[in-house]
């Protein structure tokens, strides 16, 4: 069911169905002048979209997943040896005119063991930050990530629930130390889609593996009598305080699967009252299906409508046709306060060298993506 970035790519391959306040200005990485430095992105007053901080402008988030790279590599397997290839990246995605980039940081990259930080990956998420201050891009770090099931610690894996959500709590204070002075940081995303076991005890912690890659997460193995709902506010309550402990500053959220889309009467358990309660904005994983009237996606998309700013944190046209995904976007707009797509390391110009189906959708993707951030943009 996990509906992340290397599905995407996956099917692709294989079937086809910023407001900004400053003075000074500097040159971006490709020639072009940029304000000197960006504002805190918080919650509006009203609670229904982003403003910054000082200017109170208004913020649409308009973004992109850069969790791999053409060849399926996820981040960490390669910023240590191709860092230009990042600096690049950064770069034509201000081209592309997005505002956000959502990274994803794998827990066994960045601790060592339960109690020890790898100091290493550290210093090159420090470097990251300071490129997305450089480039004007904003981060949405999510973490935990266990994408790599093999490469997942042994260790970890071996924990209880007790002693695996204080290992989170480290890693979550170890990168709020990083971030915690960072405007470039739009917000901590907890954990990528979360899920919760049913009536029976669970075996694994990771799961919803494709093509390699797991992206979907278990909080808990073993409800013990708990609702979900209520280890669901555990969990995310007790990250979210450690964060705010280190970092009361930047927002936070988590991304979520909207079961709504595949059951009309499911309601939402990470964005419950109770738990919701915890988090700044909904972030939601949202592919329009075109088997579906745009009623239907709209009324799933309202379930998590909630007072609270909206971002469907993953969008694509994987199910359906990109004027169908358009359509959606025009549609949604009414609810959402962002939408975030992908990039993986290549250009609509580098695409449209290549002749097959799935580069010629890529390049008409990311045209569409480019354009549409503009009449967003003007619309501000």
Known sequence: MAQRA??????????????????????????????QELELIQVSQNQQHFVGKVSEKKFVVWGVNYDHDEQGRLLEDYWHQEWTTVVDDFAEMKELGINLVRIHLQLGKFMSSATEANQKELGQLKKLVKLAEKTRLYL???????????????????????DRWEVQVRF??????ICNKCNAIFCYNLMNEPILPGAKQERE??????????????????????????????????????????????????????WATVFPQAKPIFYAPPVAKHLDFVSIHFYPDQKKSLEESIAALKVYAINKPLVIEEIFPLKSSLEHTDAFIVASEKYCAGWVSFYWGKTPQEYSKEKNLKSQIMVKWLEYFEEKGKKLKAKE
């Open 140 to 162: 949405d770090i999510t973490g935990l990530a266990c994408y790599h099931k093999a490469e997942t610690p042994k260790w970890y894996d071996a924990l209880n629930e007790k």
């Open 6 to 35: 290397y599905k995407v790519l996956f099917l692709l391959s294989s079937c086809i169905c910023s407001p900004q306040f400053t003075l000074a200005e500097e040159q971006s990485p490709l020639g072009k002048k940029l304000p």
């Open 172 to 177: 979550w204070q170890t990168i709020a130390q």
């Open 205 to 258: 912690w990771v799961t919803g593996e494709l093509a390699g890659k797991s992206f979907v997460q278990r909080i808990s193995l073993d409800l013990k009598g708990r609702t979900r709902e209520e280890v669901a506010e555990a969990w995310v309550g007790k990250l979210c305080q450690s964060i705010r402990k280190i970092d009361p500053h930047h927002m936070i959220t988590v991304g979520v699967i909207p």
